[in-house]
């Protein structure tokens, strides 16, 4: 185990079955610790079959997968179960309880039963349900089951999760017209006709049989089956195994061709939540995100050019997610604050004549419209800032302020560093690149939405930057 990893992370490499059950918490909740906990169980991922098992609510998927385990145990294999049910709307939790109907299961260390709300996710599993089934895999479970919420025909995310879909329907509900849409028949491996000792089995079964004939299958393709079970008695649950054997065994391009579809759409989900977080939280000011949502839904902008702003100045600010810490902290010590006056002369009568501090020359930086007068102050120093046009920051600030505190000043000794690590950590800067200032320094602004409301210079003094040119 690494030194940074998380702390449950060999006690669910080891099987243990309390850091199984809260590591699953924890990857539920998508914190930090989420992400700490995969990242040192995946190496030990990728040995697991995954089997989804989707069909309408009231079908018996609960009972067949309790069957599933069952027979599965009796192979000797040990399975981990993954059932999803619909999220209360009080507690966010599971609301169906699966792991009610496998309690003949609750004391044997090879099975695992865990239930999973949607929280309002699409598609009949949870957003977590990836995450999780890597938990499991990692800890050494032979087969996953995952159970998902009962579900229509458009959602079909389980086929995008596990390496098996099996879709359960039932005689004499309508269901079985539902299944023949094309939703439904594209995902499935294998169709369960369950409940088959009630009217209307043989039909389904013929019904799904004919759809399947308007395909065209080669020779080396797989035509999924259709087989009847009876799971409340256990009839046909070995044939439903058999044939995921069967399935497994082929192998080849597919089976791989899935897994590899299964990371490209976790990846892609990944860096598209962690970009909007890194977009509304770490690049605009509190607040902007929200007045640009009222803008789109008061038709002042359109959606479109909402997202290109957003992603403008996510690319602009180095659009960064991770701290880079690599390099080694520049000091940084107070070297300043400035002051905003309106008039050098007017303010020098407190400073300089009341106070008896002793004051440096007047220096006039243009490129910032200000005159500068420099006060030391013990071992900091005012400046003291008379704006000399209108266009000026200091004109600006107090116009709508008046005069007085504008910014606190550090020192640094390599600014350019500094303004780096700045813009990989997501910080709002208002100079991406160090610009002249007073007595030949350089200098860099960082926005005040990231300083907690207070303006914040940057500054290296000419002693580092007299062999750097303009």
């Not at 058999?242 to 061709?257: L, N």
């Not at 490129?367 to 030391?376: L, Y």
Request: glycine share 10%; charged share 25%; with cysteine.
């Amino acid at each position: 185990m690494t030194v940074d990893a998380h702390p449950l992370t060999q006690a669910v490499l080891d099987g243990d079955r309390r850091a199984i059950a809260r590591a699953i918490t924890l990857v539920e909740a998508e914190g930090p610790s989420a992400a700490a906990i995969i990242k040192g169980v995946y190496h030990r991922s990728g040995r697991a079959y995954l089997v989804g098992v989707t069909g309408a609510p009231g079908v018996g998927k609960s009972t067949l997968v309790d069957r599933i385990l069952a027979v599965l145990r009796s192979r000797g294999r040990t399975v981990g179960v993954l059932a999803v049910d619909p999220t209360s709307p009080f507690s966010g939790g599971a609301i169906l309880g699966d792991r009610v109907r496998m309690q003949t299961h609750a004391g044997d260390p090879g099975v695992f039963v865990r239930s999973m709300a949607t929280r309002g996710q699409l598609g009949g599993l949870s957003r977590a349900t990836g995450n999780a089934a890597v938990i499991l895999d990692a800890a050494g479970f032979d087969v996953i089951v995952i159970e998902t919420v009962g579900v229509g025909q458009a959602e079909i995310e389980v086929s995008r999760t596990a390496d098996m879909s099996i879709v359960v329907t039932m005689p004499g509900s309508g269901d079985g017209v539902q299944a023949l849409k094309a939703g439904v028949m594209e995902i499935a491996d294998l169709f369960v006709v369950n409940k088959a000792d009630h009217d209307g089995a043989d039909r389904a079964v013929a019904q799904f049989e004919m759809m399947l004939g308007l395909n065209e299958y080669g020779a080396n393709d797989w035509r999924p089956p259709v087989l009847q079970t009876c799971a409340t008695d256990g009839v046909g649950v070995d044939d439903v195994l058999d044939t995921v054997d069967r399935f497994r065994a082929r192998g080849g391009d597919e089976a791989g061709r899935r897994r590899r579809a299964r990371v490209h759409g976790r990846i892609r989900q990944l860096v598209s939540d962690r970009f909007l977080e890194h977009a509304e939280h770490r690049v605009h000011e509190p607040g902007a995100f929200d007045r640009l949502v009222d803008r789109v839904a008061g038709a002042e902008m359109d959606p479109y050019t909402a997202a290109e702003e957003v992603l403008d100045q996510a690319l602009r600010s180095g659009c960064a997610l991770h701290r880079t810490d690599d390099a080694p902290p520049t000091t940084a010590v107070l070297d300043h604050v400035g002051v905003a006056v309106r008039d050098l002369d007017t303010a020098l009568a407190f400073y300089r004549d009341a106070l008896g501090l002793e004051v440096e020359g007047v220096e006039e930086v243009a490129s910032q419209h200000v005159r500068a007068q420099f006060v030391p102050v013990g071992g900091a120093t005012l400046e003291l800032l008379e704006a000399t046009s209108p266009q000026s920051a200091i004109a600006r600030s107090i116009e709508k302020r008046g005069p007085g505190l504008h910014h606190l000043t550090f020192r640094v000794d390599d600014i350019a560093a500094v303004l780096a690590r700045l813009k990989a950590r997501g910080v709002r800067l208002i100079d991406e690149a160090p610009r002249p200032g007073a007595a030949g320094s350089l200098v860099a602004f960082v926005h005040p939405s990231a300083a907690h409301g207070v303006l914040v210079e940057i500054t290296e003094r000419p002693d580092r930057t007299e062999d750097r040119g303009p």
